[in-house]
């Protein structure tokens, strides 16, 4: 079975998908990032958090995780641009070193969320680096990816 771009018009130039006869369904994404922070952060954390002069890390990447899916169809040029209903980060520690973002986004719509989740927990880990980096550069952004997706012509489950 042979697979088409979806992005590319019958010229192969890129177009973006034409969802106009697409049925509404409720869509959902769930993404994930997990961030490996050096020990001496980790070691920071009061609770659930860690408290810096430039503020609250966690709450800080949230809120930016969450303004990141809100603005996925200005950074990845052929998203359409959704006014999502549901954008939620959360932030967890893993073990002494890591760190796992969960970005869910959900709508109802003609198109999917997936972008808006995987930029979400994309954004809100480049925050924590941000954030972390003058604790040294050794912090490793890993396996972004996505977790779930439901609605539309296909549902995924990791």
């Known amino acids: ?87 939620a980060v959360t932030i967890n520690k893993l073990d002494e070193e890591h760190i796992k973002i969960i970005c869910e986004t959900s709508i109802e719509s003609k198109t999917g969320v997936e972008m808006e989740a995987l930029t979400g927990a994309t954004v809100a880990a480049l925050t924590i680096y941000d954030m972390c980096k003058s604790f040294g550069h050794e912090m490793q952004i890993k396996e972004i990816k996505l977790l779930e997706k439901s609605g539309g012509k296909s549902d995924y489950k990791v």
């Open 1 to 87: 079975m042979s697979k088409d771009f979806t992005h590319l018009d019958k010229n192969d130039n890129p177009s973006m998908v034409n969802v106009g006869a697409k049925q509404i369904s409720k869509r959902k994404a769930v993404a994930q990032a997990i961030v490996q922070l050096n020990k001496e952060v980790i070691a920071m954390m009061e609770g659930d958090e860690i408290k810096t002069k430039k503020g609250p890390i966690f709450q800080t990447a949230i809120l930016a995780g969450i303004m990141g899916a809100k603005k996925t169809s200005d950074l990845i040029p052929l998203c359409h641009p959704l006014g999502l209903e549901k954008c």
